[in-house]
């Protein structure tokens, strides 16, 4: 197998006595959609703040191609490869969709007027490797469906040096049909094989479709991981219940 690209041992976070990371490993591999899922307050966002350089962790390690890296700031993160989509997208909806893609990093002349017809030029060429033709983005980002927005960000940070593509709830606020495109999206960039993306999401159904590779979080502790074949012998719904038994759940509803 290929190496990881990056590489987590023993991530612990503390917030004062409270443990919300206890010991989590993992690793990402190009080419490969690594679902990550665990219910709410598993630690899911935790652990992408830590990998994306928004927390220190209290202790651990994190290997960029082999490499211990300390990550200090998200300015950090991204420099290794690291790019992070959350579920608020940074998009500004009364920007054009190009002003968006660009965003803080234009191209500029020598005299720091903007490269508009060239910025425009990627920003379309950009997004329709990975799946949306938008013709004209010079628009608003309004006028973008909320599946459209999602492949405007994940687009931005390809073209930004993502190695490692980590995208937070992707799925989680848009329609079924939106759903589909995401998911799409998703393919696409898993096709280019050189991008490792962490996909983390509540749908079982959308990690069966997409994932590779399964990490399950319950309280700050990773309860299943491992290649798709092998987890889904054991009980994806037992695990998503964040180690609750299934079974005794069904048993308690039964009852009322
Ligand atoms: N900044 C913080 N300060 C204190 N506790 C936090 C902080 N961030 C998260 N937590 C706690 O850590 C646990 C894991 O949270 P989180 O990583 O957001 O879980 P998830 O994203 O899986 O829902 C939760 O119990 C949450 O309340
Ligand atoms: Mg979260």
């Known amino acids: 197998m290929t190496e990881p690209y990056m590489r987590v041992e023993k991530l612990v976070k503390k917030f004062g006595p409270f443990m919300a990371l206890n010991g989590v490993d993992l690793e990402v591999y190009p080419g490969e959609v690594h679902a990550l899922?665990?219910?709410?307050?598993?630690?899911?966002?935790?652990?992408?703040?830590?990998?994306?350089?928004?927390?220190?962790?209290?202790?651990?390690?994190?290997?960029?191609?082999?490499?211990?890296?300390?990550?200090?700031?998200?300015?950090?993160?991204?420099?290794?490869?690291?790019?992070?989509?959350?579920?608020?997208?940074?998009i500004n909806q009364l920007m054009s969709v190009t002003r968006n893609f660009?965003?803080?990093?234009?191209?500029?002349?020598?005299?720091?007027k903007l490269r508009m017809d060239e910025m425009n030029q990627i920003a379309h060429d950009e997004m329709l490797k990975i799946g949306i033709d938008f013709s004209d983005p010079t628009q608003a980002v309004g006028t973008m469906s909320g599946g459209q927005r999602q492949t405007l960000a994940i687009a931005r940070a390809i073209y930004f040096g993502a190695k490692v593509l980590i995208l937070?709830?992707?799925?989680?606020?848009?329609?079924?049909?939106?759903?589909?495109?995401?998911?799409?999206?998703?393919?696409?960039?898993?096709?280019?094989?050189?991008?490792?993306?962490?996909?983390?999401?509540?749908?079982?159904?959308h990690s069966k479709l997409v994932a590779d590779r399964y990490t399950f979080l319950a309280l700050g502790q990773v309860i299943g991981s491992g290649p798709k074949a092998e987890i889904e012998a054991q009980d994806i719904r037992r695990l998503m219940a964040g180690g609750a038994e299934m079974k005794d759940l069904e048993h308690e509803l039964s009852q009322i």
């Open 37 to 90: 899922l665990g219910d709410n307050g598993a630690g899911k966002s935790t652990l992408i703040k830590i990998l994306s350089g928004v927390h220190e962790p209290t202790s651990g390690s994190i290997y960029i191609e082999g490499r211990a890296k300390k990550f200090r700031s998200p300015r950090d993160a991204t420099a290794a490869g690291i790019g992070t989509v959350y579920q608020d997208l940074a």
């Open 102 to 112: 660009f965003m803080g990093r234009e191209l500029t002349s020598a005299f720091g």
């Open 168 to 205: 937070d709830e992707p799925t989680s606020a848009l329609g079924q049909k939106q759903q589909m495109e995401v998911l799409k999206t998703i393919k696409r960039v898993r096709a280019r094989g050189d991008i490792a993306i962490i996909f983390i999401t509540h749908n079982e159904i």
